[in-house]
């Protein structure tokens, strides 16, 4: 058999080049995956983890969410939720009130994907209650709006509304996203607490630390 000429071999590689270009960008085209700040890497986690007090949860029945004010204004008319619906999304178009009217959003803690922004909740990945359990009720109405705004840490992420009930306020002892994301949820959990400086509960440590030594 012949050898191609090079000028055959040098397009068919520019062409084989562009197909494999063209058949990655229809790939990714649509598929929202949920920009959570980067986390701090296992080994920072574990090492912040060492260092985090643990004590029992106090002060549950004077927990309140109004205590959290959110959600608060970013830029313009752009308020927390609608900035991390904007960032976590793909194709979002938003009104002159930056409501999100169309786009598409993908749940990293259960694999679901919606192209209407009602149908996703923003998570507190920490939640105002486990927060609040855990030291945030000695804190100033001004220290509980940061943390309940904070688009800095990886602490807020648009998911499925169902997820987020199902997550309620509990800790990564009683609940966990699905298998794939829990490194990163844990990598991100014991970030959020440790820069805010949150207790841990011996069961959370415990739950926190199983899944930081598998990653």
């Known amino acids: 058999m012949s050898a191609i000429p090079a000028p055959r ?39 912040y983890l060492a260092t985090i007090a643990v004590t029992a949860e106090s002060h549950t029945t004077t927990y309140d969410r109004a205590l959290f004010p959110h959600w608060i204004t970013i830029a313009g008319t752009c308020n927390t939720r609608e900035t991390v619906l904007k960032r976590d999304g793909v194709n979002v178009v938003t009104d002159a009130g930056c409501a ?22 923003i998570d507190h990945l920490v939640p105002l209650a486990e927060a609040w359990r855990s030291g945030a009720w000695a804190w100033t109405t001004t220290q509980r709006q940061a943390f309940a705004n904070d688009l800095t840490r990886p602490q807020l992420i648009a998911v499925s509304a169902s997820s987020n009930r199902s997550k309620g306020d509990q800790d990564p002892s009683s609940w966990l996203p699905q298998a794939s994301y829990r490194c990163t949820y844990a990598r991100a959990w014991v970030q959020v607490k440790y820069y805010y400086g949150l207790t ?15 990653c």
């Open 200 to 214: 841990v509960d011996s069961a959370e440590k415990s739950a926190l630390s199983s899944i930081l030594n598998g």
């Open 100 to 121: 999100a009217v169309s786009g598409s959003w993908f749940s990293v803690y259960d694999n679901v994907t919606t192209t209407s922004a009602s149908a996703f909740d």
């Open 9 to 47: 071999r040098t397009l068919a590689a520019a062409l084989g080049a562009l197909l494999l270009a063209l058949t990655a960008l229809l790939t990714g085209a649509g598929t929202a995956r949920a920009a959570l700040p980067t986390p701090v890497t296992a080994a920072t986690a574990r090492t």
